[in-house]
């Protein structure tokens, strides 16, 4: 039990465009959902915190209108990079949570390449 | 703010042997602390946790122990495998908190 999984796996996309990546809780409900990025050969940095049906709460220093965040139901949050650019290339995973717990799920995650 | 510190650089070693790796810890209040593994390719998991003080949690052959008076949480496996090959990311939460602070992670390299 317990699976998150991310969609796509692998993303190249051209500067100036945006891509979409989703993250699902395959067999429990998620109330909170969380998105890190991963540098190579570093930790993974929160980006944002979102709750189902509320806005997302982002760390300090990473542009909300740049990473876009959606959760829209218990089972799907969307992370969307709008305008990529090379600097935006890196490791994206999201996990997941379900109310009474402290435990987060983690996706594979989604590798990002912007040329 | 809280923080995880894990020893510097990879880690390796030769199967059967014994893995040591170090994390210690700042955190306000009373934290649960965690280990994840990532194996190549995949996303991290859940190796164990422990949420007060002595404490041990324990998973596939690792074990950990929540040492409040030295502020670690230093992760132990008595007889490592080519399949322990992977990077390990101690992690703290504090009580209330939703967010997860993550160490650097090492990459441990198994050798058989």
């Known amino acids: 039990g317990a699976v998150v999984s991310q969609h796509p796996s692998r993303v190249i996309c051209k500067s100036g465009t945006s891509v979409k990546i989703e993250c699902r809780s395959l067999?429990?409900?998620?109330?909170?959902m969380f998105w890190y990025r991963q540098f190579p050969k570093q930790s993974l940095m929160l980006m944002a915190t979102?709750?189902?049906?509320?806005?997302?709460?982002?760390e300090q220093g990473v542009e909300k209108d740049k990473f876009l965040i959606n959760h829209a139901s218990l089972t799907l949050s969307t992370l969307t990079v709008t305008s990529a650019h090379p600097e935006d290339s890196s490791f994206y995973i999201c996990?997941?949570?379900?109310?009474?717990?402290?435990?987060?799920?983690f996706g594979p995650g989604t590798r990002l390449t912007v040329l | 703010g809280d923080s995880v510190t894990q020893m510097e650089g990879p880690v390796t070693l030769s199967e059967e042997a014994f893995l040591t790796i170090n994390c210690t810890y700042t955190?306000?209040?009373?934290?649960?602390l965690f280990w994840y593994v990532q194996y190549p390719g995949e996303g991290l998991q859940l190796l164990l946790k422990?949420?007060?003080?002595?404490d041990k949690g324990s998973n596939k052959g690792f074990e950990a122990t929540y040492r409040k008076e030295t502020t670690s949480f230093h992760l132990e496996k008595g007889s490592v495998q080519v399949s322990d090959s992977a990077v390990y990311f101690c992690?703290?939460?504090?009580?209330?908190?939703?967010?997860?602070?993550f160490g650097k992670g090492n990459q441990v390299v198994v050798i058989p």
């Open positions: 992690a703290l939460r504090t009580y209330g908190n939703n967010r997860l602070a």
């Open positions: 422990a949420t007060k003080a002595d």
């Open positions: 996990s997941a949570r379900t109310s009474g717990t402290d435990t987060q799920y």
């Open positions: 955190a306000t209040g009373y934290p649960s």
């Open positions: 979102s709750n189902e049906g509320s806005k997302a709460t982002y």
């Open positions: 067999d429990f409900q998620a109330t909170t």
